[in-house]
DNA sequence: ACGTTTGTATCGTATATCGATACGGACCTG
DNA sequence: CAGGTCCGTATCGATATACGATACAAACGT
């Protein structure tokens, strides 16, 4: 799964859950527009080259809708064909993700501190944005050795069992983080994964304490990553540096005396 | 600019060029949906919050048009407000951008076979795909140092001065190499830019002959790029494995003898 | 206090979108 | 090879949906 929260607020939209009935909260909605980009995410829950039929079943719409939709986005270079004939993401879709790196302020300022940091770690450097049960990866700058996942923008981790996750939900108020736990599905991407409540808050005040956290194969064996929060204008957590390194190089200790101040010092230049 | 090509082919779209008239070819493009994607295409253009007359204007459709859209978008995640109220591109479509990559075969398989060629070559790893007078970067593993647009997969190059475009025109008939390079601008990227059209020829005739291509200095000063065409089962060019170093470790000559093996070896791998 | 922006909201109209349905081809299966 | 069942594509009439003009208040820069 990429994303966690299902597309915006539905309420809004016509498209209420597995109701029929269409009430129309907003007048300015465009539903053909919003089923465009429900076929769209329907790659976010199977990656892989999809039937008309398929998609309109993932996306919840008719098989009708589906083919205007389908047609529309091959035309326009947002969805392609593979070579059996199926459908898959188009390549423009890479050109709106780079207008969106490109036209943040916030990443257009964190990604020279963070070449640097990535200089002066020699460590894999991330920035991810705090998206309420997720965090979002902007940027990454990878060290020598990386997997596939570990190259790429746009992925998603659980903010719970993540060091940069952590870290920003010990920059909100008590309500606010146990709102966002309740609401986590807290299941185990490694069997390191903290998924006990009580640990992860534990996990949180201690990034309280020490102005940053840590995380020790929480979601990736062999790995532990550090992160420090950055906060916004209002002293609110938007986005985390993550410093990650393998476990074959270091100890837990010695990485967090090495790398907690120099992400802290990143994060900080990034705040307001 | 970030993309060359308007967007697919708009003789089937409703929206031709400047005339009113709306002549609707194709009975199932969703004119709505269109509108939706040139308001996000707007931002291509201009990469800053823009205000919605502003992109009313930059997209060629009517403010309301552009309320409804941005209206829809906003809800869906795939537009934001910046702090002063501005619209930016969401962080949707990053995660779109993410399906894009991770449900795509060849970017699938090339991924490990770049990581592996970046492991062996310690210099700067691209993979960009041929997408006629552009190349498009998919793939981007950075070395130690490097700038803020090195880092970022989405970014288009034209395809007549770069080594990864050179290297897959190499591949192609002389009529359509004639036709790319006559549609194309050749507007100089930097001072050491190859704009002349009978070099240019040259220089993808001596990509035919070595069978893989090279660009000293042409999109980036201090740079030296080396490239290798991925071709397809029709054998045509659909992709390219670049390696990228500096001038100031590398002469233009030990950096070819070096790096030219293995750029080919890394494009063979992935060739069908 | 004045124009001139802006974003937002309203509204009657007509047209663009709707979903059901039909068609032909590809692919299995018996 | 007949009889399925999928597929993608195309058609069509009805009406819900999106259309663009317009109005409005707020913000801004004189």
Redesign the interface.
Known sequence: M??D?P???QA??PRNGGDQLLEVD?R???Q???R??YV??A??RD???MSLSEIAASARITKSAA???A???L????LER??DGGL??????????????????LI?RA??IL?EL??NS?ERVDFS?F?DLSI?Y??R??S?????FA??????IPTFCSSGGRAMLAHLDDAAIDDILRRSERKALTPKTITDLDKIWDKVREARREGYAYAVEESLLGEVVLSAAVLD?RRQPVAAVHIAGSLSEWTVDDFRKRFAPLAIEAARALSY
Not at 75 to 78: E, P, T
Request: net charge positive; no cysteine; aromatic share 8%.
């Open positions: 990429t994303s929260t597309s915006g607020k809004k939209s907003d300015l909605f465009l053909s527009v919003a465009a980009l769209l995410e790659f976010g990656a892989r080259p083919q205007r939709a047609q529309t986005l035309s326009l270079g947002y593979s070579s898959l993401p188009g390549r423009r879709l890479l050109d709106r993700a780079f207008d969106y790196l490109r036209s943040n302020p257009e990604t020279p070449i990535r200089k020699s944005l998206d979002l902007a940027i700058l990878q020598k050795r990386e997997t596939f190259t790429l923008a746009g992925r998603r204008d």
